[in-house]
Protein backbone atom coordinates (compact mmCIF):
# COMPACT_ATOMS: atom_id res chain seq x y z
CA UNK A 1 0.00 0.00 0.00
CA UNK A 2 1.18 3.69 -0.27
CA UNK A 3 1.09 5.33 2.90
CA UNK A 4 1.97 8.89 4.05
CA UNK A 5 2.44 9.38 7.58
CA UNK A 6 2.66 12.46 10.15
CA UNK A 7 5.39 12.57 12.92
CA UNK A 8 7.36 10.02 10.66
CA UNK A 9 10.52 11.04 11.82
CA UNK A 10 9.87 10.67 15.98
CA UNK A 11 10.77 7.93 18.20
CA UNK A 12 7.52 5.74 17.33
CA UNK A 13 7.43 7.62 13.69
CA UNK A 14 10.80 6.60 12.54
CA UNK A 15 10.41 2.78 14.21
CA UNK A 16 6.78 2.82 12.18
CA UNK A 17 8.44 4.13 9.07
CA UNK A 18 11.42 1.20 9.27
CA UNK A 19 8.69 -1.64 10.09
CA UNK A 20 6.65 -0.55 7.40
CA UNK A 21 9.48 -0.88 4.60
CA UNK A 22 10.29 -3.82 5.72
CA UNK A 23 6.58 -5.24 5.13
CA UNK A 24 6.87 -4.04 1.95
CA UNK A 25 5.00 -0.37 1.91
CA UNK A 26 5.83 2.51 0.00
CA UNK A 27 6.31 5.32 2.77
CA UNK A 28 6.28 8.64 2.48
CA UNK A 29 6.44 11.34 5.83
CA UNK A 30 5.28 14.75 5.98
CA UNK A 31 7.85 16.66 7.55
CA UNK A 32 8.79 20.36 9.20
CA UNK A 33 12.44 19.93 8.02
CA UNK A 34 13.58 17.75 5.09
CA UNK A 35 15.96 15.94 5.90
CA UNK A 36 18.75 14.02 3.90
CA UNK A 37 19.55 11.38 6.76
CA UNK A 38 16.51 10.30 6.16
CA UNK A 39 16.27 7.04 3.80
CA UNK A 40 12.33 7.57 3.25
CA UNK A 41 10.54 9.98 1.05
CA UNK A 42 10.07 13.75 2.49
CA UNK A 43 7.11 16.02 1.93
CA UNK A 44 7.03 19.65 3.22
CA UNK A 45 4.37 20.48 5.78
CA UNK A 46 3.57 22.82 8.32
CA UNK A 47 -0.02 23.12 9.88
CA UNK A 48 0.43 25.80 11.91
CA UNK A 49 1.03 27.64 9.17
CA UNK A 50 -1.30 25.90 6.85
CA UNK A 51 1.21 25.18 4.00
CA UNK A 52 1.66 21.69 3.29
CA UNK A 53 3.10 19.90 0.02
CA UNK A 54 0.14 18.19 -1.51
CA UNK A 55 2.29 16.06 -4.10
CA UNK A 56 2.24 13.81 -0.74
CA UNK A 57 -1.49 12.58 -1.26
CA UNK A 58 -1.31 11.45 -4.97
CA UNK A 59 -1.84 7.82 -4.95
CA UNK A 60 -2.04 7.59 -0.87
CA UNK A 61 -4.26 4.48 0.47
CA UNK A 62 -3.62 5.38 4.16
CA UNK A 63 -2.64 8.26 6.50
CA UNK A 64 -1.18 7.36 9.45
CA UNK A 65 -1.37 11.01 11.80
CA UNK A 66 1.41 10.69 14.76
CA UNK A 67 2.08 14.39 14.84
CA UNK A 68 1.93 16.14 17.61
CA UNK A 69 3.79 18.20 20.59
CA UNK A 70 4.95 15.65 23.12
CA UNK A 71 2.42 15.82 26.26
CA UNK A 72 5.45 15.62 28.86
CA UNK A 73 7.91 17.96 27.46
CA UNK A 74 7.08 20.79 29.59
CA UNK A 75 4.91 22.14 32.13
CA UNK A 76 1.17 22.78 31.31
CA UNK A 77 0.87 26.50 31.22
CA UNK A 78 -1.69 27.91 28.86
CA UNK A 79 0.47 28.68 26.27
CA UNK A 80 1.99 24.87 26.42
CA UNK A 81 -2.02 23.56 26.34
CA UNK A 82 -2.70 25.78 23.03
CA UNK A 83 0.68 24.48 21.37
CA UNK A 84 -0.52 20.68 22.31
CA UNK A 85 -4.29 21.19 21.19
CA UNK A 86 -2.47 22.93 17.94
CA UNK A 87 -0.04 20.40 17.15
CA UNK A 88 -2.65 17.27 17.24
CA UNK A 89 -6.09 18.48 16.98
CA UNK A 90 -5.80 21.37 14.18
CA UNK A 91 -3.50 19.45 12.74
CA UNK A 92 -5.78 16.68 12.09
CA UNK A 93 -8.40 19.45 11.15
CA UNK A 94 -6.32 20.75 8.33
CA UNK A 95 -5.60 17.13 6.72
CA UNK A 96 -9.29 16.83 6.48
CA UNK A 97 -9.84 19.90 4.40
CA UNK A 98 -6.96 19.16 2.46
CA UNK A 99 -8.29 15.60 1.55
CA UNK A 100 -11.64 16.80 1.23
CA UNK A 101 -10.89 19.40 -1.20
CA UNK A 102 -8.20 17.80 -3.09
CA UNK A 103 -10.86 14.62 -3.11
CA UNK A 104 -8.25 12.33 -2.13
CA UNK A 105 -9.71 8.85 -2.37
CA UNK A 106 -8.21 7.57 0.74
CA UNK A 107 -8.83 4.06 2.26
CA UNK A 108 -8.19 4.56 5.60
CA UNK A 109 -7.08 7.18 8.37
CA UNK A 110 -5.12 5.52 11.41
CA UNK A 111 -4.70 8.25 14.36
CA UNK A 112 -2.69 7.87 17.46
CA UNK A 113 -4.55 8.72 20.34
CA UNK A 114 -3.87 8.43 24.22
CA UNK A 115 -4.59 6.26 27.10
CA UNK A 116 -4.77 9.65 28.90
CA UNK A 117 -8.32 10.31 27.60
CA UNK A 118 -9.46 8.30 31.04
CA UNK A 119 -8.37 10.55 33.48
CA UNK A 120 -4.61 10.74 35.58
CA UNK A 121 -6.07 9.20 38.49
CA UNK A 122 -5.48 6.03 40.73
CA UNK A 123 -7.95 3.43 41.58
CA UNK A 124 -9.07 -0.25 41.39
CA UNK A 125 -10.66 -0.02 37.62
CA UNK A 126 -9.48 -0.84 34.78
CA UNK A 127 -10.43 1.14 31.75
CA UNK A 128 -11.01 -0.09 28.74
CA UNK A 129 -12.58 1.21 25.04
CA UNK A 130 -16.01 1.85 25.98
CA UNK A 131 -15.02 4.31 28.89
CA UNK A 132 -15.78 8.04 29.08
CA UNK A 133 -13.58 10.50 28.11
CA UNK A 134 -12.10 11.97 31.52
CA UNK A 135 -13.37 15.71 32.68
CA UNK A 136 -9.69 17.04 32.65
CA UNK A 137 -6.91 18.65 30.33
CA UNK A 138 -6.01 15.35 28.60
CA UNK A 139 -9.21 13.80 28.46
CA UNK A 140 -10.57 16.80 26.85
CA UNK A 141 -7.71 16.97 24.53
CA UNK A 142 -8.34 13.27 23.47
CA UNK A 143 -11.90 14.10 22.47
CA UNK A 144 -11.23 16.55 20.17
CA UNK A 145 -8.20 14.48 19.04
CA UNK A 146 -10.31 11.43 18.26
CA UNK A 147 -13.32 13.83 16.95
CA UNK A 148 -11.01 15.24 14.04
CA UNK A 149 -10.08 11.69 13.13
CA UNK A 150 -13.66 11.09 13.26
CA UNK A 151 -14.38 13.30 10.45
CA UNK A 152 -13.01 11.38 7.66
CA UNK A 153 -15.42 8.48 7.80
CA UNK A 154 -17.72 11.36 5.98
CA UNK A 155 -15.07 10.63 3.13
CA UNK A 156 -15.73 6.79 3.36
CA UNK A 157 -13.02 5.96 4.33
CA UNK A 158 -12.19 3.68 7.65
CA UNK A 159 -10.70 5.20 10.80
CA UNK A 160 -8.88 3.85 13.42
CA UNK A 161 -7.52 5.19 17.00
CA UNK A 162 -4.83 3.46 18.88
CA UNK A 163 -5.03 5.02 22.57
CA UNK A 164 -1.41 4.46 23.75
CA UNK A 165 0.21 3.92 26.92
CA UNK A 166 4.07 5.07 28.08
CA UNK A 167 5.95 3.76 25.07
CA UNK A 168 9.21 2.17 25.64
CA UNK A 169 11.79 2.32 23.48
CA UNK A 170 15.69 2.22 24.40
CA UNK A 171 16.37 5.43 21.94
CA UNK A 172 13.88 7.62 23.51
CA UNK A 173 10.95 8.58 25.48
CA UNK A 174 10.54 7.84 28.81
CA UNK A 175 12.85 4.60 29.43
CA UNK A 176 16.69 6.43 29.26
CA UNK A 177 14.99 9.31 31.62
CA UNK A 178 13.54 6.08 33.83
CA UNK A 179 17.03 4.56 33.42
CA UNK A 180 19.46 7.47 33.84
CA UNK A 181 19.02 8.18 38.01
CA UNK A 182 18.64 4.44 38.75
CA UNK A 183 21.64 3.69 36.62
CA UNK A 184 23.52 6.66 38.85
CA UNK A 185 22.53 5.04 42.14
CA UNK A 186 20.01 7.73 42.77
CA UNK A 187 17.05 6.38 41.48
CA UNK A 188 13.55 6.73 43.51
CA UNK A 189 9.81 5.48 43.22
CA UNK A 190 7.74 8.92 42.57
CA UNK A 191 5.07 9.64 45.08
CA UNK A 192 3.24 6.90 46.36
CA UNK A 193 4.63 4.48 44.06
CA UNK A 194 1.18 2.99 43.67
CA UNK A 195 -0.24 4.81 40.65
CA UNK A 196 -0.42 2.15 37.66
CA UNK A 197 2.04 2.40 34.51
CA UNK A 198 0.27 1.79 31.60
CA UNK A 199 2.87 0.98 28.99
CA UNK A 200 3.64 -0.59 25.57
CA UNK A 201 6.92 -1.71 24.01
CA UNK A 202 7.90 0.30 20.67
CA UNK A 203 7.91 -2.78 18.79
CA UNK A 204 4.55 -3.82 19.51
CA UNK A 205 2.73 -0.52 19.18
CA UNK A 206 4.40 -0.78 15.25
CA UNK A 207 2.91 -3.93 15.12
CA UNK A 208 -0.50 -2.99 16.56
CA UNK A 209 -0.27 -0.16 13.11
CA UNK A 210 1.11 -2.75 10.50
CA UNK A 211 -2.06 -4.90 11.70
CA UNK A 212 -4.16 -2.23 10.76
CA UNK A 213 -3.16 -1.20 7.75
CA UNK A 214 -2.88 -4.67 6.29
CA UNK A 215 -6.70 -4.74 8.01
CA UNK A 216 -5.49 -7.73 9.87
CA UNK A 217 -7.13 -5.73 12.92
CA UNK A 218 -10.77 -4.57 12.07
CA UNK A 219 -10.80 -0.74 12.03
CA UNK A 220 -11.59 0.87 15.48
CA UNK A 221 -10.41 2.51 18.73
CA UNK A 222 -7.71 0.54 20.28
CA UNK A 223 -6.00 0.70 23.83
CA UNK A 224 -2.29 0.45 22.94
CA UNK A 225 -1.07 -1.30 26.17
CA UNK A 226 0.33 -4.10 26.91
CA UNK A 227 -1.64 -6.89 28.85
CA UNK A 228 0.76 -6.67 32.08
CA UNK A 229 -0.12 -3.90 34.50
CA UNK A 230 2.48 -2.49 36.70
CA UNK A 231 2.69 0.32 38.81
CA UNK A 232 5.46 2.80 39.35
CA UNK A 233 7.13 1.60 42.42
CA UNK A 234 7.64 -2.23 40.72
CA UNK A 235 8.71 -0.56 37.71
CA UNK A 236 11.48 1.19 39.66
CA UNK A 237 12.53 -2.07 41.27
CA UNK A 238 12.78 -4.05 38.26
CA UNK A 239 14.75 -1.78 36.19
CA UNK A 240 17.15 -1.46 39.48
CA UNK A 241 17.43 -5.59 39.72
CA UNK A 242 18.14 -5.45 35.80
CA UNK A 243 20.87 -2.95 36.61
CA UNK A 244 22.31 -4.47 39.90
CA UNK A 245 21.70 -0.85 41.85
CA UNK A 246 20.58 -0.13 44.77
CA UNK A 247 17.11 1.79 45.67
CA UNK A 248 18.05 3.69 49.11
CA UNK A 249 16.74 7.10 48.58
CA UNK A 250 13.31 7.43 49.79
CA UNK A 251 10.38 8.23 47.59
CA UNK A 252 10.24 11.43 45.98
CA UNK A 253 7.38 13.42 47.37
CA UNK A 254 4.06 14.29 45.29
CA UNK A 255 4.57 18.19 46.54
CA UNK A 256 8.52 18.30 45.12
CA UNK A 257 7.01 16.87 41.48
CA UNK A 258 4.34 19.35 41.73
CA UNK A 259 6.39 22.36 42.53
CA UNK A 260 8.86 21.36 39.81
CA UNK A 261 5.78 20.51 36.71
CA UNK A 262 2.90 21.86 37.95
CA UNK A 263 -0.26 20.01 36.94
CA UNK A 264 1.76 18.14 34.32
CA UNK A 265 2.92 16.02 37.43
CA UNK A 266 -0.60 14.19 37.44
CA UNK A 267 0.59 12.21 34.63
CA UNK A 268 4.09 11.43 36.81
CA UNK A 269 1.63 10.63 39.90
CA UNK A 270 -0.86 9.11 38.91
CA UNK A 271 -2.36 6.33 36.54
CA UNK A 272 -4.86 3.79 36.25
CA UNK A 273 -5.24 -0.37 34.71
CA UNK A 274 -5.80 -0.09 31.19
CA UNK A 275 -7.00 -3.21 29.38
CA UNK A 276 -5.52 -4.21 25.96
CA UNK A 277 -8.56 -7.50 25.79
CA UNK A 278 -9.95 -5.49 22.91
CA UNK A 279 -6.73 -6.15 21.00
CA UNK A 280 -6.13 -9.55 21.58
CA UNK A 281 -9.73 -10.80 21.29
CA UNK A 282 -9.26 -9.06 17.81
CA UNK A 283 -6.42 -11.44 17.14
CA UNK A 284 -3.10 -9.65 18.00
CA UNK A 285 -0.21 -11.14 19.97
CA UNK A 286 1.87 -8.87 21.69
CA UNK A 287 5.72 -10.11 21.65
CA UNK A 288 6.79 -8.60 24.74
CA UNK A 289 3.60 -9.55 26.53
CA UNK A 290 5.58 -8.69 29.80
CA UNK A 291 7.75 -6.02 31.26
CA UNK A 292 10.43 -8.03 31.74
CA UNK A 293 10.46 -9.52 28.46
CA UNK A 294 10.35 -5.40 27.25
CA UNK A 295 13.37 -5.21 29.56
CA UNK A 296 15.45 -8.16 28.56
CA UNK A 297 15.15 -6.68 25.37
CA UNK A 298 15.54 -2.84 25.74
CA UNK A 299 17.82 -2.23 28.56
Known amino acids: MKLLITGGSGMVGSSLVQTLLAEKHDVAILTRTISRDLDVKQYFWDPSKLLIDTSAFEGIDCLIHLAGANVSDRRWTSIQKEIIHLSRVESANFLFQKIKAL ?139 MLKKPLWLPNIPSWVLKIIFGNMASILLEGSKVSSEKLIDSGFEFDYPSIRSALNDLV
Not at 184 to 206: A, E, M
Open 103 to 241: KIPLKSFITSSAVGCYGTFTSVKIFSEQDHFAQDFLGDLCAKWEAAADQFTTLGCQVSKVRTGVVLASNGGALPKMIKPISLGVGSTLGSGKQYFPWIHVKDLCGIYVQLVSNSLPSGVYNGVAPESITNNELTQIIAE
